[in-house]
């Protein structure tokens, strides 16, 4: 069974939707560890309560990102990690990292990505007018939002829409879209060529 590493920085609510799709059979893996950057956060506190292993890696207890990274590492490897899932990981990973795990990292982003992507996607959509926004799974290269894209959902930006409203309804979609790219991995459907990523027929 594939073993995910599942990394988060706050209220671990994409954590929650990938530990409720596993325990309804929708996805078939097995969350060996649960790591955060940042002590007392939500995310620990589910994976607690699911019975999950879980550790944090406090970024501001670490000397520098090289040695953050290697405590990560270690823990993935510990875990015999198969795929890392950053779930809410509000932290850019080095080239280093990424190598470590290469194609074997994915993200989920809260825009339709290329466009808006960073840290403020929400705030972007808004602030920019555009009509449609969404959410993106894709898989983590050495930029920054910049991996091969596995799957989208579109959400369209209403009238009147702040942040808040514009990102409540995008993480519905998330909560929906990223246990099902998770599948497809452990299904082993998805294949990468270049900037695109096939998604093979069952």
Same mark, same amino acid.
């Given at each position: 069974? *594939?073993?995910? $590493?599942? !990394?988060?920085?706050?209220?671990? +609510?994409?954590?929650?939707?990938?530990? /409720?799709? %596993?325990?309804?059979?929708?996805?078939?893996?097995?969350?060996?560890?649960?790591?955060?950057?940042?002590?007392?956060?939500?995310?620990?506190?589910?994976?607690?309560?699911?019975?999950?292993?879980?550790?944090?890696?406090?970024?501001?207890?670490?000397?520098?990102?090289?040695?953050?990274?290697?405590?990560?590492?270690?823990?993935?490897?510990?875990?015999?990690?198969?795929?890392? *899932?950053?779930? $809410?990981? !509000?932290?850019?990973?080095?080239? +280093?990292?990424?190598?470590?795990?290469? /194609?074997? %990292?994915?993200?989920?982003?809260?825009?339709?990505?290329?466009?808006?992507?960073?840290?403020?996607?929400?705030?972007?959509?808004?602030?920019?007018?555009?009509?449609?926004?969404?959410?993106?799974?894709?898989?983590?290269?050495?930029?920054?939002?910049?991996?091969?894209?596995?799957?989208?959902?579109?959400?369209?930006?209403?009238?009147?829409?702040?942040?808040?409203?514009?990102?409540?309804?995008?993480?519905?979609?998330?909560?929906?879209?990223?246990?099902?790219?998770?599948?497809?991995?452990?299904?082993?459907?998805?294949?990468?060529?270049?900037?695109?990523?096939?998604?093979?027929?069952?």
């Amino acid at each position: 069974m *594939i073993k995910l $590493g599942v !990394m988060c920085s706050g209220r671990g +609510t994409d954590l929650q939707s990938i530990i /409720d799709a %596993i325990a309804d059979g929708k996805l078939d893996a097995q969350i060996a560890i649960v790591l955060t950057d940042k002590p007392n956060v939500m995310a620990l506190e589910r994976a607690e309560r699911a019975g999950l292993k879980f550790a944090c890696v406090d970024r501001k207890q670490c000397a520098d990102q090289m040695t953050f990274e290697a405590k990560l590492i270690t823990e993935l490897r510990a875990a015999e990690v198969d795929l890392v *899932i950053l779930a $809410g990981f !509000m932290r850019i990973l080095s080239p +280093t990292f990424v190598r470590a795990y290469k /194609d074997r %990292i994915m993200n989920i982003h809260p825009s339709l990505l290329p466009a808006f992507p960073g840290a403020h996607a929400h705030r972007d959509v808004i602030e920019y007018g555009v009509k449609v926004s969404g959410c993106t799974v894709h898989f983590v290269d050495e930029g920054t939002d910049s991996g091969p894209i596995i799957a989208q959902v579109a959400v369209p930006v209403l009238e009147g829409d702040d942040e808040e409203s514009l990102a409540a309804r995008v993480l519905e979609q998330e909560h929906i879209i990223y246990p099902k790219a998770i599948q497809l991995y452990v299904e082993g459907r998805l294949q990468i060529d270049g900037r695109h990523v096939r998604i093979l027929s069952e």
